[in-house]
């Protein structure tokens, strides 16, 4: 393994995106929590869930892909089961009106991240037996469309509608790669589940008393402060430690990470992290076209490359106020153990796709 992976030039540039981006990461979040009280010792906490990524992109390295099609349905119920736990009183944490976390004392979890993981299993094997002739397109449908609008429910709970668009996002592209759906078929397909999904979250989300983000209130100010970082970062920014609107961007060391990265290390600073991301797409493009002639390792590349790029985009879009807030981490980068921990561990098993040489189902 150590001799496959020393040669390899697509793994090579796998580890270096990721190490970079965790890099970053650690910088902004040091520098975005660093001058206040407020949000505590964030930057400690980080820099200690580090052996976590590790351990994690080691472990994605070392597992076989064939256990991973195999732990699909385990993973993905066990991402579903946490998504609903976080419903019982006494469990959960709320932070600023969501409750995503569950606490456990000494960590807390972020369920969303693993059942990202499990889905993205999931739906590789179900396209597989699929695309293979081993189950009909009905029931394929059936379940991939169930599990999204099930886990949608749960989810619109939080509340966390912003990860609902970006789980059908990841759907389609998969659906769209994996070529068992017409294009027709899945944007009916989508429309459907965009509506049922809806009226069921609506439903939910008022019989729990809950309430949608008001996205004309607090964001505004964020989103004001936000431009002002881009603003007067210029082309090569303030410098290091010299961000100006981290005292005033709520949660900078989240939603608009790359906002600070922008201040701080200006244009240049941002196309260089942008950069590192469209390298690490584009090795996942590269490890995808090796396993074109295998659905379950194509699709299962197809799957994290788009989880990763589709959050990016998201996030950059609430940075760069060009959506309205939500609440989704730029991987690697922004502040969060279960994020962090799940992103190492994709990127592990992208790592060891680009190495290993025979698929064996």
Partial sequence: MLKKVRSNPVFFRIGIAVALLLCVGFLVVLDATLHTQKYGNLA????LLFPLGILA???????KPSIWRRSALLWLFMGLALLFLLLIPGVSHT???????IDLGFFTLQPLEIFKFGFILFTARVLEAMKMGKMNSSRGQTLLLATFMLAAVAIALQPDTD???????????????????????LITQGVLAIAITGIFSITALSLRGGHWINLFSDEQYAIQQARYAY??????????GESIQKYYIPEPHNDYA????NEEMGIL????????YILLLGSSVQVMEKWAKHPFPALLTAGIAGIIGFQVLMNLGVSTTLLPVAGLPLPFVSYGGTALGMNCLEAGV?????????WKG
């Fill in 44 to 47: 400690v906490k980080q820099f």
């Fill in 57 to 63: 992109f080691f472990i994605g390295l070392r597992v």
């Fill in 95 to 101: 932070s600023r009106g969501a409750t995503r976390w």
């Fill in 163 to 185: 990860a609902i668009p970006l789980l059908l996002l990841l759907l389609g592209l998969m659906v769209l790669i994996s070529g068992t759906l017409t294009f027709k078929t």
């Fill in 231 to 240: 603003v007067s970062g210029g082309l090569l920014g303030k410098g290091l």
């Fill in 258 to 261: 790359f906002a600070i990265v």
């Fill in 269 to 276: 600073g941002g196309i260089l992290v942008m950069g590192l």
């Fill in 350 to 358: 992208l790592g060891r796709l680009a190495v290993e040489e025979e």
